[in-house]
Structure formats: structure tokens, C-alpha cells
């Protein structure tokens, strides 16, 4: 299990570089096609949130109009299912790229999970894309439709192994009070400086070994 572990953290230094948040598997294609689905170059982790160029299918995610304030019960995606997930949108202090909590609807925030969000291009994305600020939706709530993902995502600025949402549709909720979970995953280290951005100022973590 150490040596499993230790793959996949110099898996992760390689990726280090490149400044955005990978999942932790390596598809065959590459580039944006004309649907509007990324996949990465070959043989590199995709990223969790796909990357916008000028003149591709999500190129109105950039230039959209944005608010301030997202309407409750605003919908976007697949949102039909009786089956879905509680969220709880919450800023990373530390400058983590976590998303925030999902729960199963019905059970407690003591089950929630601290993931990162992946989005689905042309059906839902993170709802922070149409508000003025990437952080305006702290502590707000939603209803997420979709799963866990089979693999987990690696966060090059805490070097974290964090479980991943896909996103296939959300509701707005509204805002709702702070939780008490501890932020970040379960394993991070409790005394990490905020905003810690480099591995120069503390050990490196090794997620998965006991």
C-alpha cells in the first residue's frame, strides 16, 4: 500500500507544474471536439475543470452575462431524478480546489464528503461560472444530481488526494448558515498555513497509508 501510495504522489509531483486540479487517470484522446467534451492530451490526468479557449463550445462561459446572486430553485442540467445529493458550497481558506460538502439526501452533514467538483460541459457546470465572483456562492446550497467518481482527484497547491463529484445537474437552494465540518478532506494536515501554496513550507502529505 506505501509503495501504491508513493506512485501516485510522484504521479503527482509531474503534474505539479501545470497548476490545475487532475484526476488521477490518463484518457487516450486529446484536445476540445466540437460538442464541447475535453478530453487530455495523451497519457496526462485530465483536469477536473476542463480549460477555456477562445473560440471553443464554452467559450460563453466566459463572456455570458454573470449576477450576483444565483435565484433560488434556478436549475440547470438534469434535474428530473428523485435521487440526489445535498451540497454545501464552501471556500477553501487554505487555497485548496475543493468545492465543498455532498451528502445523500436524508442523511446527516456527519456523512458528507469533501470533494472536488467535476463538470459536464454542455449540461451542467459549477454554479460559480454565472456570478460575478468565483466566491459568491460560499455557504450557499444546492441540489446536486450525479455521482462519485471512480477515481480521485490531486490538488497540486495542498497536494491532496480529494474524492470527485461529477456534475450532471444542480438546483439552487439557497443560502444556508456555516457548517462545523472541518474543511478540506479528512487527512490534511491540521497545521497547515492559510494560503499555503507551495511544497517548500511543510511535509508532504501521503494520502491512502495509514
Known amino acids: 500500500m506505501r509503495a501504491f501510495s508513493l506512485f501516485w504522489m510522484l504521479v503527482g509531483a509531474w503534474v505539479l507544474s501545470t497548476g490545475v ?8 484522446q486529446s484536445s476540445t471536439d466540437d460538442s464541447g467534451i475535453y478530453t487530455s492530451p495523451n497519457g496526462a490526468p485530465p483536469p477536473v475543470a476542463p480549460p477555456i479557449r477562445k473560440g471553443s463550445p464554452l467559450d460563453h462561459l466566459v463572456n455570458d452575462p454573470k449576477m450576483e446572486t444565483l435565484p433560488v430553485g434556478y436549475k440547470q442540467g438534469h434535474t428530473t431524478s428523485s435521487d440526489y445529493w445535498i451540497a454545501h458550497r464552501r471556500v477553501d481558506d487554505a487555497g485548496g480546489q475543493g468545492w465543498g460538502w455532498v451528502k445523500k439526501n436524508g442523511e446527516g452533514w456527519g456523512s458528507a464528503r469533501w470533494i472536488a467538483l467535476q463538470e459536464t460541459p454542455g449540461v451542467a457546470v459549477a454554479p460559480y461560472r454565472k456570478l460575478l465572483s468565483h466566491d459568491a456562492d460560499d455557504n450557499w446550497e444546492f441540489k446536486f444530481w450525479g455521482r462519485i467518481a471512480p477515481y480521485k482527484a490531486y490538488d ?18 439557497g443560502p444556508e448558515n456555516e457548517l462545523t465540518n472541518k474543511v478540506g478532506p479528512p487527512d490534511r494536515v491540521g497545521h497547515r498555513p492559510s494560503g499555503a501554496s507551495s511544497r517548500g513550507d511543510r511535509p508532504i502529505s501521503n494520502p491512502g497509508v495509514d
Not at 486540479?21 to 487516450?28: E, F, R, V, Y
Not at 461529477?166 to 438546483?171: I, K, M, Q, S, T
Request: charged share 15%; aromatic share 8%.
Open 21 to 28: 486540479l487532475t484526476a488521477q487517470t490518463a484518457p487516450i
Open 156 to 173: 497540486p497547491h495542498l497536494d491532496e488526494i480529494i474524492p470527485v463529484f461529477v456534475l450532471e445537474g444542480y438546483e439552487v437552494i
